[in-house]
C-alpha cells in the first residue's frame, strides 16, 4: 500500500502495560516540511473539502491520521478503509468497527477494533507542557479536587500532571462521545488515581446518560512517548 513520503514507516508495537484483545495500534512520524499536496493523491487518501485551504501543517497531521486508522483497521478486520470527517467533526470508522485518531508534535497514531469487542475507544498524545504554561490551564483542566490532590503533592510537577490531566481527559471524550452522543467539558470529569506504571482511574462528575453517570469510574492506560504522554481508555462491549 502507498505511503506518504512526508512519514515514516508504520510502528505497531503496543505501548501501554496492559494489552488490549483484538485492538490494533499503529504509528507514524510526519515531517510537515517533506509533505506535498500530491501525497493525498499517492496514499489514495481523499483530502477533505474542510481541508481545501488548510495550511500544510494540518493537511499532514490529518493525512498522517488516516493512513494509520487504515492500517490499524486493515490489521483489526482484513479491510481497509479511511475513517471520513462526520458533521459533528469526529471520525465516522465503517460499520462494524470502532476506533479513535490523534496527532501531534510530529507523531500520529490511530487506535481499531470490531465493534463486537469494544463500545468506544479514546486514544489522545500530548507535548508535556512546561511548568510555567501549566499554571495558566490550571483553573481550566483541573477540578477543585484535583487541585487539592496537586498541592497535597509537593512532588508532583504541574506541567507533567497538568499534560497527563488533559490527555486522560481527551481519551475519555473522545472513548464515550460515539457512545453518548453529547459533550462534555474538562469539569465534567475527573483523574482519581494514576500510578508511574501507566494505569489510571478517572470519574465522571456529570450525567452523560443513565447508564454513564456522575460517579461511573473508568480505567485508563497512559505511557511516555518521549517528551510525550500517549493515552488510552477502552470501553468494552456490553457482556
Known amino acids: 500500500?502507498?505511503?506518504?513520503?512526508?512519514?515514516?514507516?508504520?510502528?505497531?508495537?503496543?505501548p501501554w502495560p496492559e494489552p488490549l484483545a483484538n485492538a490494533f495500534l499503529v504509528t507514524t512520524g510526519f515531517d510537515t516540511q517533506a509533505f506535498q499536496e500530491d501525497d493525498f493523491t499517492t496514499s489514495?487518501?481523499?483530502?477533505?473539502?474542510?481541508?481545501?485551504?488548510?495550511?500544510?501543517?494540518?493537511?499532514?497531521?490529518?493525512?498522517?491520521?488516516?493512513?494509520?486508522?487504515?492500517?490499524a483497521l486493515r490489521l483489526a478486520t482484513?479491510?481497509?478503509?479511511?475513517?471520513?470527517?462526520?458533521?459533528?467533526?469526529?471520525?465516522?470508522?465503517?460499520?462494524?468497527?470502532?476506533?479513535?485518531?490523534?496527532h501531534g508534535a510530529g507523531w500520529a497514531g490511530a487506535l481499531a477494533a470490531p465493534r463486537q469487542y469494544y463500545q468506544g475507544l479514546g486514544l489522545?498524545?500530548?507535548?508535556?507542557?512546561?511548568?510555567?504554561?501549566?499554571?495558566?490551564?490550571?483553573?481550566q483542566i483541573l477540578t477543585a479536587a484535583e487541585k487539592c490532590r496537586h498541592a497535597a503533592d509537593p512532588e508532583t510537577r504541574t506541567g507533567n500532571l497538568l499534560t497527563l490531566t488533559f490527555s486522560m481527559k481527551e481519551s475519555l471524550f473522545k472513548a464515550l462521545y460515539p457512545i453518548v452522543k453529547r459533550r462534555f467539558y474538562f469539569q465534567d470529569a475527573e483523574l482519581v488515581s494514576w500510578a508511574e506504571h501507566g494505569q489510571a482511574t478517572?470519574?465522571?462528575?456529570?450525567?452523560?446518560?443513565?447508564?454513564?453517570?456522575?460517579?461511573?469510574t473508568v480505567?485508563?492506560?497512559?505511557?511516555?512517548?518521549?517528551?510525550?504522554?500517549?493515552?488510552?481508555v477502552a470501553i468494552p462491549a456490553p457482556e
Do not use: N
Not at 124 to 139: G, H, N
Not at 219 to 232: E, G, T
Open 1 to 14: 500500500m502507498d505511503h506518504p513520503r512526508c512519514c515514516t514507516p508504520f510502528q505497531t508495537d503496543w
Open 44 to 71: 489514495k487518501v481523499a483530502c477533505p473539502e474542510a481541508l481545501g485551504a488548510a495550511a500544510g501543517k494540518r493537511k499532514t497531521e490529518y493525512l498522517a491520521g488516516r493512513v494509520c486508522a487504515r492500517e
Open 78 to 102: 482484513g479491510q481497509s478503509g479511511v475513517p471520513r470527517i462526520g458533521d459533528d467533526r469526529a471520525p465516522v470508522w465503517p460499520a462494524g468497527t470502532v476506533g479513535s485518531i490523534t
Open 124 to 139: 489522545d498524545i500530548e507535548q508535556r507542557l512546561s511548568d510555567k504554561r501549566a499554571e495558566r490551564l490550571v483553573d
Open 202 to 216: 478517572l470519574r465522571l462528575l456529570t450525567d452523560l446518560s443513565p447508564q454513564w453517570h456522575r460517579g461511573r
Open 219 to 232: 480505567r485508563a492506560q497512559f505511557c511516555h512517548v518521549d517528551q510525550r504522554i500517549l493515552s488510552l
